[in-house]
C-alpha cells in the first residue's frame, strides 16, 4: 500500500485490489493489476485503475496523482 497526498491536501491510499486475505497478488507477475485508490474529501472515496503489474510498487507521488485523476469512481449500493 502506498499513501500519499494530492495539490488540494487531500490523502490517498492506494493498494493492489486483487489481493488474499494475506497480501499475495492473485496472479503473481502476470499482466494487469487492479489499483484501488482509497481517501479523499471524507475518507470515503474509492477510484479504481488498471495498471502493469509491478507498476504501483515504482510509482512516483506524481505517477500516483496522475492515476487517480484518470480512475473511475467505485459507487457501492446496498439493497434496492
Known amino acids: 500500500m502506498r499513501v ?3 495539490s488540494d491536501g487531500t ?3 492506494a493498494r493492489l485490489h486483487d489481493t488474499t486475505d494475506d497480501g499475495e497478488t492473485v496472479t503473481p507477475g502476470v499482466g494487469w493489476e487492479a489499483i484501488l485508490f482509497e481517501g479523499g474529501p471524507g475518507s470515503v472515496a474509492q477510484r479504481l485503475v488498471y495498471r502493469p503489474h509491478g507498476w504501483l ?3 512516483s507521488t506524481d505517477d500516483l496523482a496522475a ?3 484518470e480512475g473511475v469512481a467505485i459507487r457501492v449500493r446496498w439493497g434496492d
Do not use: D, H
Request: charged share 15%; aromatic share 16%.
Open 4 to 6: 500519499f497526498k494530492v
Open 57 to 59: 510498487a515504482s510509482a
Open 11 to 13: 490523502s490517498w491510499a
Open 67 to 69: 492515476a487517480l485523476e
